[in-house]
């Protein structure tokens, strides 16, 4: 009896697994961590369903290829493969999907022809769906999409200002981080905030890659980033958004080509570059008080949260609920702190005994906005997917 589902999310540099219990509500059973893909100290870090750590081990993965391998290897050795119902994949970029989808060759046709809109995943994340289907080629797959949340955003939002013969081929703001905010907007249905169906909801997702998104009504209207996801706030190591002519510049005055000019704004600048240190923003709070590169790292991350926070509000027509999520938004109180910070003519205010804890709402009782911090689970957004996708099937 096929009784789990795997899902598989594929950064540029890590791919993280998880099994699901096929039941209701879904349970999580084995998960865990391929870091450091295409580097060397490749280590694979799992866990038991009860979160506990129960081992890393080094594995060979030169390339994607390699690590997809090396991982279904290993996944082979813990889990018959045949109790699982689909695999749910993270595609970090859909173009005009608004749903999951099987997986076929017409779509992964049309992945890899897309594939120059996010050089940095989706050919990863397109290998690992090959390596399974060669490797177990009546195992189902499922992909789900980082855009597809973002697909009810008005057209004025999705335009970019440039000759119109490019929208007609696909060049236009799409916005990421989907899966999280799917899971947010579900989380907030759960907890009976009304805003969440009728109200004005701004998503914070500040963690690596960081972004926001304006959600009115349910439905997204807004979001930062953009054509790809180094468009928007300032991240780790992702510039955010730049002035085009820095481009010709730098070609003119230094000579960088264009892919020197794609490494730097995708794995120089941000947090990383400001800094010079690190992208890390808790190795960056730790020394900012000596390191005035550190500290102004720290305060352009946060002016610019503040100004998304502004702008958005402004699109909505007013605030009721903003969401912290992601890693620097759940862990960093002094981040939500500081972002908050001057915001109380939109009703923000932080309480700052429940933002130290943190608790679930760190604004005060009587507080115009609330606002809450939530764990996001972009794994189990994808199992719940599967599970919705199958479920016909499955009753069948």
Avoid at 62 to 74: G, I, K, M, P, R
Avoid at 256 to 263: L, P, S
């Amino acid at each position: 009896m096929k009784t789990s589902v795997l899902t598989i999310n594929g950064g540029s540099s890590s791919i993280k697994f998880a099994f699901y219990e096929a039941f209701d509500p879904l349970k999580r059973g084995l998960y865990g961590t391929l870091d450091r893909v295409g580097l060397s100290g490749t280590n694979l870090t799992f866990h038991a369903a009860d979160g506990q750590p129960q081992a890393t081990c080094q594995i060979a993965a030169a390339d994607y290829q390699s690590a997809a391998n090396s991982l279904v290897d290993w996944l082979e050795g813990q889990v018959d493969l045949m109790s699982v119902i689909a695999v749910g994949h993270r595609l970090v970029h859909g173009m005009k999907h608004t749903e999951p989808e099987l997986v076929t060759p017409e779509l992964l046709d049309e992945l890899r022809r897309i594939s120059p809109y996010d050089p940095d995943h989706l050919p990863g994340e397109i290998k690992l769906i090959e390596v399974l289907q060669q490797r177990h080629p009546k195992l189902k797959q499922l992909a789900c999409f980082d855009t597809a949340f973002h697909q009810t955003m008005p057209r004025v939002a999705k335009l970019l200002p440039i000759p119109r013969r490019y929208d007609a081929s696909g060049i236009q703001r799409y916005g990421f981080h989907g899966l999280s905010y799917a899971y947010l907007m579900e989380e907030l249905v759960r907890l009976d905030d009304p805003a969440a169906k009728t109200g004005r909801v701004i998503l914070a997702h500040l963690g690596n890659g960081a972004s926001m998104a304006a959600v009115l009504n349910g439905k997204s209207i807004d979001t930062s980033m953009g054509f790809t996801p180094t468009a928007g706030l300032v991240m780790s190591s992702r510039s955010g958004d730049l002035d085009p002519g820095l481009a010709p510049y730098l070609a003119q005055t230094e000579q960088m080509t264009t892919q020197q000019f794609y490494d730097m704004v995708n794995h120089r600048s941000g947090l990383l570059g400001v800094s010079e240190t690190s992208s890390d923003m808790r190795d960056l709070l730790n020394h900012e008080k000596t390191d005035v590169r550190a500290a102004e790292a720290v305060a352009l991350f946060c002016y610019q949260s503040k100004k998304w926070i502004g702008s958005f509000a402004a699109a909505l027509g007013g605030l009721d609920t903003l969401v912290f999520a992601g890693g620097i938004g759940e862990n960093a109180p002094l981040i939500r702190t500081r972002i908050c910070e001057g915001l109380g003519f939109l009703g923000v205010e932080v309480n700052a005994s429940r933002n130290a804890k943190p608790a679930a709402v760190i604004s005060p009782n009587a507080s115009r906005v609330t606002v809450r911090v939530i764990r996001t689970d972009e794994e189990l957004m994808i199992a719940r997917s599967v599970m919705r996708s199958f479920a016909g099937a499955l009753a069948g």
